[in-house]
C-alpha cells in the first residue's frame, strides 16, 4: 500500500515563532501540524489567537518579550496596519533569525529596515486549510538554508512559486491571495441568479458549488485549456451561447475582472506606500 511521506521537517523550522495567528496564521499552522511539524518548537506570539489549532501543543503568548528563547525562524501573520506598532517589539528578541512575512502590502525594504535576519516575503491564500493553497514566495537575501526551510511550509499548503523580482506581488495578492473571496462571491451570485429563476435556495447553493468544484479539478487535470473546455460546453445557438452573450457581450466580463484586479493591485501599491512613510520605532520591545 502507497503512504504519504512527507519530507522532513529543516532545522529552520525547530523554533518557529508565528506573530499573528488569525483566519490567515492559523490555517497555515493547521497544515504545517498535519504535515509533522512538532508543535512543541512552535511558539504563537497573539494576544487573541482566533486561528489557533486544537489541540495545540506549542506555546501561547501575549508579545514577543515573553516569547524565550531565541527563534530559528520568525513568521508574520499580523496585519500590515499593526507592523508599526508591534515589528519594533519582535525585531528586539528576533536576534538575526530569518523573518518569513506574509503580509500584503508590505515590502521587504520596510522590513529589512526593522529586524536583523534574512526577510523573505509569501503570499498564501486561504484554501491553504485544505492543503490546496498556492503560495507564492520571494526573497534577496535568503541562503539556500532558509529557502528549503520557506518551501517546506509553502508545500504543506498546497503548490508554491518563486516570483523572479518582489514587484510582481502586489499583481499576484490581487490575484491568488485575494481570488479566493472572487471565487466564493461568483458562488453567491450564481446561486442568487438560480434563484432568481425559480430554483428553491438549497437546491442552487448545491449545484452552483458543485459546478464550481468539478469544473475547477476539471480544468486542473485537463490537458485542454480553460477555452478549449468552455468550447466543450457551448452548442452552437445553444444554451451556453445565450449565456455567455451575456457574460461577454461588450467585453463586459474581461472589463470586470481587469478593474477588480486592478484595483486590488493599486491598493498592495497603497499599502506598501503607506508601510514604508511609518518610521520603524526599533529597540522595543512591545
Ligand atoms: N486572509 C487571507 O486570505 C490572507 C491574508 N494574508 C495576510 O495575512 C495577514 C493576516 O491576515 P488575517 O489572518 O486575515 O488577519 P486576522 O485579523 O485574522 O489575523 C491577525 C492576527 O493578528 C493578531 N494580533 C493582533 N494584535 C497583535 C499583537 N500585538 N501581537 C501579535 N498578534 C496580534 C490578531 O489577534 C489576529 O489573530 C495579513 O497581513 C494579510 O495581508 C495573506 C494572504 C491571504
Ligand atoms: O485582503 C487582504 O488584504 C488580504 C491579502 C490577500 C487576501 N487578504
Known sequence: MFHFQPDPVPPLLSR????????????????????????EGVTVIDPAPRGLPEPFAG??????????????????????????AIGPGVAAVAGAAPVLSMMAGVRIAALQALFAGPVLRMMP????????????????????????????????AGSLLWLEEEAQFDAV??????????????IEALASA???????????RQLALDTVTGSAALAAQSDLSPAALREQV????????????????DGLLTS???????AATERSRQMAEAAEAVPPKTGVAL
Not at 125 to 147: W, Y
Not at 198 to 204: D, E, N, V, Y
Open 59 to 84: 506555546r501561547v503568548v501575549a508579545n514577543a518579550a515573553e516569547a524565550g528563547d531565541a527563534p530559528s525562524l520568525v513568521v508574520l501573520g499580523i496585519k500590515p496596519q499593526m507592523l508599526g
Open 234 to 249: 457551448t452548442s452552437p445557438n445553444g444554451t451556453t451561447a445565450a449565456g455567455l452573450q451575456q457574460l461577454d457581450g
Open 173 to 186: 495578492t490581487a490575484l491568488s491571495g485575494s481570488g479566493p473571496a472572487y471565487l466564493f462571491r461568483f
Open 256 to 262: 470586470l475582472m481587469r478593474a477588480t484586479v486592478r
Open 194 to 204: 438560480a434563484e432568481a429563476v425559480g430554483l428553491p435556495a438549497a437546491m442552487a
Open 125 to 156: 491564500n486561504t484554501p491553504a486549510q485544505i492543503g490546496q493553497g498556492v503560495t507564492a514566495l520571494f526573497s534577496e537575501r535568503a541562503d539556500p538554508v532558509a529557502r528549503a526551510g520557506v518551501e517546506w511550509l509553502a508545500n504543506a
Open 16 to 39: 518557529l515563532w508565528l506573530v499573528g495567528c488569525g483566519a490567515m496564521g492559523g490555517a497555515l499552522l493547521s497544515r504545517w501540524l498535519e504535515s509533522g511539524l512538532p508543535g
